[in-house]
């Protein structure tokens, strides 16, 4: 079993920065990649960026690309979203997620956090 817990969400102005993270516990957590997804009001649950077991290998959305980088240190079994250049179209809940890496994607989700609230402001 994987426990997810996220935090670093809050309000932020238009192009300003947020640092997400995604606490793991259990044991086998290193034995997943990892990722990213988020779900704005009204909408359906949206994949955001995704890394491999090792981190040798990302993958992001294209509303994402260039902004957002996703990080992870296994020795603290915690994942991370650093979001730059944040937008109003970014605020949404942003869910920590771990499964399987395929396609430069994150698919067959193991394991979900609870979400972290994040508001951008015009």
């Known amino acids: 079993q994987v426990q997810l817990v996220e935090s670093g969400g809050g309000l932020v102005q238009a192009g300003g920065s947020l640092r997400l993270s995604c606490a793991a516990s259990?044991?086998?957590?290193?034995?997943?990649?990892s990722g990213w997804f988020r779900q704005a009001p009204g909408k359906e649950r949206e994949f955001v960026a995704a890394?491999?077991?090792?981190?040798?290998?990302?993958g992001y959305s294209d509303s994402v690309k260039g902004r957002f980088t996703i990080s992870r240190d296994n020795a603290k079994n915690t994942v991370y979203l650093e979001m730059n250049s944040l937008k109003p179209e970014d605020t949404a809940v942003y869910y920590c997620?771990?499964?399987?890496?395929?396609?430069?994607?994150?698919?067959?989700?193991?394991?979900w956090g609870q979400g972290t609230q994040v508001t951008v402001s015009s």
């Open positions: 997620a771990a499964g399987q890496y395929v396609g430069n994607r994150l698919r067959s989700v193991h394991y």
């Open positions: 259990g044991r086998t957590f290193s034995s997943y990649s």
């Open positions: 890394i491999t077991r090792s981190g040798g290998s990302t």
